[in-house]
């Protein structure tokens, strides 16, 4: 459970009196001595994979289990095997965190992991567990959330230490090799945690038993109120983000800056709605600064995860299928209210990268792109001057130069390597008053570098289908068909979709796994893949009015309901009912990816407005009952929560077509689509509807569709054309 900082302060102040174990871990390294450090274990590791180990992650799928299936610690999956050999042996797990394209947990695997000394003495001490973030969530956030009470920080990799039943008592983020001022190294500390285990292992016992119990009562202490859901929530969530906005850079906030779409996108409705220009220039700034840094690809478009700086310069080069999902949608939605031509660029471009780079033969969408290739951060995007001068025209060159900000000195250096390129650029939008010649120029350099590009070594992509991120990205590649007219968009979100009801849906069991990758689906169950698929399959369902998905959506949320609500504190839980979890937690922060308590109580007010079911609207706003403390104490912690209270206090506009087929309905939800509207469905007459918008059918003539604009059971008279419905 994400907490704001005085629930962080509270849990922390608890979990103080649990540690109960004091840490001298003293530090007597110097820098060069780390950096030496560091170059010695870069030599090893580009020397080649270390050969004669094979451990249990080598039968894993994950592609970040894989990456480390050759170290010579002897790690196992997150599962009962290990548990049991560390109860039958009594000793504590070493647990790491983190994900394939993780940069830093790269680093700490050359550092520590392939070090031999270091694996002997984790393999004689610890029984050590190696867990992919992007498969088992739950697991992440349960121990990340006791790494952020005790330390203050968080990240990846995360590393935790636990009793042999899975009890938390010491953890941490990236720990180095060896010891710098204020840091302990990390064979210094397995050999303090190894010592207190043998000397004061009642101690640990006792800490880890009051960190269990001050977790678990911090758990049950946050219930939500039976009082009023007060739409006034929603206007401070954006009287915050605008306070936070930066007016030169746009965005929230400083460096690092994540683009969080769900911020931005809460202000567009804002926006939209109320008429508050200043709002929607903040998000108009903001998509403009965003696409014109190096944070967008400018020659192969999509977006990386961050920005290291303020500007939206330098990425982080990593690229995952949330942001760009989330991130299409957004500047849809903004080309759509300011008609602005390059945000629909943008969108095109980003959705294009998609189905080059990150989808699978079958139609699933791949995970994420990494950051480093041939060793170094950034090294497939970055250009230097010789590099381009090779791959274009003397007239081309200079365009390029001068339209993305060129130099020979370069703007971005990969201090994370011992030994970095020298005169990398980043690609940015540096002097966009280009001549039409000039911008034909643009346009054949551009292809000419996509080319070239394509001829390096790629960043490693993880190539394992997740339910929830598939969602998401459907549900953008659907809208955007549409409201484009682009029917390679639509078409890839039909396949996704085919793609996740065969590979992902246990329709007998009617259960919904969270993975996919060559041929096998895993065993877990969580809400977000529930909770986002249900969203992007109401895209999929207004953007076509195929009832199909409609039902699937219906047999979602009733699944969803029964495996995952609490049905006495409200809200859901984070993941199904499993034995290993010490705890269950429900999600309540909208970050740079939603909740999937946000999405959950959006997706079943979608469905409640176009189904007519109490029920789901009930579950809805038991949800947002649950997650009031936090809305109405830090609403911009919520952004995607407080839209979704603004659908329950708020009628939506129902836009029923009924036509004799939804082949002959297409002009009319096209014209639904190019109007942004905060809260609208789009529906047919078939499937699970509401009676009334059923009965509207009987309006329809026999090849000729009408649609009706209506606020409940009130409906304006029927539009028969694209031209009507606009008006």
């Known amino acids: 459970m994400r907490m704001t900082a005085q629930r962080w302060t509270r849990l922390a102040a608890a979990l103080a009196g649990g540690v109960g174990l004091v840490w001298s871990l003293k530090s007597g390294a110097s820098h060069a001595r780390m950096q030496a450090n560091l170059n010695a274990h870069h030599s090893a590791a580009t020397a080649g994979p270390k050969s004669g180990h094979t451990n249990r992650l080598a039968r894993e799928k994950s592609p970040y289990l894989l990456q480390h299936a050759h170290n010579p610690v002897d790690w196992y999956p997150w599962g009962p095997e290990a548990f049991a050999r560390a109860r039958a042996e009594d000793k504590p797990i070493f647990l790491s965190i983190g994900y394939a394209t993780c ?11 392939e070090d031999e000394a270091v694996a002997a003495f984790l393999n004689a001490h610890f029984v050590c ?20 009470a005790t330390t203050g920080n968080g990240g990846w990799p995360l590393n935790v230490f636990l009793t042999p039943d899975l009890k938390p008592f010491f953890g941490g983020t990236y720990f180095p090799p060896e010891p710098l001022p204020g840091r302990p190294g990390f064979r ?26 001050q977790l678990g009562e911090f758990v049950q ?112 939605d903004t080309w759509l209210v300011t008609g602005e031509p390059r945000f629909e660029q943008v969108v095109r471009e980003t959705l294009d990268y998609v189905l080059r780079d990150m ?46 900000g060129v130099t020979p000195q370069g703007n971005f250096l990969d201090h994370s390597h011992p030994n970095p390129l020298r005169g990398l650029n980043v690609l940015h939008l540096a002097d966009t008053n280009l001549s039409p010649a000039e911008t034909q120029l643009l346009r054949i350099a551009r292809a000419k570098l996509l080319a070239a590009r394509s001829q390096r070594v790629r960043p490693l992509c993880d190539d394992k289908v997740l339910t929830s991120w598939n969602g998401l990205m459907l549900g953008a590649m659907a809208r955007a068909g549409r409201a484009l007219n682009q029917p390679r968009y639509l078409e890839a979100a039909r396949r996704c979709a085919a793609f996740l009801q065969t590979r992902l849906w246990d329709a007998a069991a009617r259960r919904l796994h969270h993975r996919w990758r060559e041929g096998e689906r895993d065993q877990a169950e969580l809400l977000v893949d529930y909770a986002f698929l249900i969203d992007g399959l109401l895209d999929l369902y207004e ?68 189904t007519g ?51 002959s309905a297409m002009p009319l939800v096209e014209a639904a689509d190019r109007h942004y509207l905060p809260r609208r469905v789009i529906m047919g007459v078939q499937g699970p509807v509401d009676d009334f918008s059923r009965s509207l059918a009987a309006q329809a003539g026999a090849d000729q569709p009408v649609a009706f604009v209506c606020t409940g059971n009130a409906c304006l008279p029927p539009a028969a054309t694209a031209d009507e419905l606009r008006e």
């Open 188 to 213: 210094q500390i397995l050999e303090q945690v190894a010592r207190l285990w043998e000397e004061r292992r009642g101690d640990i016992d006792r800490s880890a038993e009051e960190i269990a119990r």
């Open 613 to 663: 079911r109490k029920e789901f609207r009930e579950s809805a706003e038991r949800t947002l009952r649950f997650l009031a403390p936090r809305l109405s104490q830090a609403p911009a912690t919520l952004p995607v929560a407080a839209q979704a209270l603004a659908w329950l206090v708020h009628e939506p506009v129902r836009i029923v077509i009924a036509a004799p087929d939804p082949a």
């Open 221 to 332: 202490s946050a219930s939500g109120t039976t009082g009023d859901l007060d739409p006034n929530w929603i206007d401070a969530a954006v009287r915050t983000l605008k306070a936070a906005y930066d007016p030169l850079n746009g965005g929230f906030g400083g460096a690092p800056k994540f683009p969080r779409p769900a911020a931005p996108a809460l202000l567009l409705a804002h926006a939209v709605e109320h008429g508050d220009a200043e709002a929607l220039a903040m998000v108009t700034h903001t998509c403009q600064r965003m696409a014109a840094g190096g944070m967008y690809d400018q020659i192969g478009g999509g977006f990386a995860r961050y920005s290291v700086d303020e500007r939206w310069l330098v990425p982080h080069f990593e690229k995952m299928l949330y942001d760009n999902a989330q991130l299409a949608e957004l500047y849809l």
């Open 129 to 148: 567990i190696k867990v992919d973030r992007e498969e088992r969530p739950d697991v992440d956030h349960l121990y990340m959330s006791f790494v952020q």
């Open 103 to 113: 940069h830093w947990c790269h680093v700490m695997e050359r550092e520590s992991f």
């Open 359 to 404: 989808t699978g033969p079958e139609g699933g969408f791949f995970s994420a792109e990494d950051a480093d290739s041939e060793g170094h951060e950034g090294r497939f995007y970055c250009w230097t001057e010789a590099e381009l001068k090779a791959a274009l025209t003397p007239e081309e060159f200079a365009v390029v130069a001068r339209h993305y």
């Open 543 to 610: 953007s076509t009015l195929d009832p199909v998905w409609l039902d699937w959506a219906v047999d979602l949320a009733e699944v969803m309901r029964e495996r995952f609500e609490d049905p006495q504190a409200g809200g859901f839980w984070q993941s199904a009912a499993t034995g290993d979890l010490i705890l269950r937690l429900k999600d309540d922060y909208d970050g740079a990816e939603p909740a999937g308590n946000s999405m959950a109580a959006l997706g079943l007010l979608r469905l409640a407005a176009i």
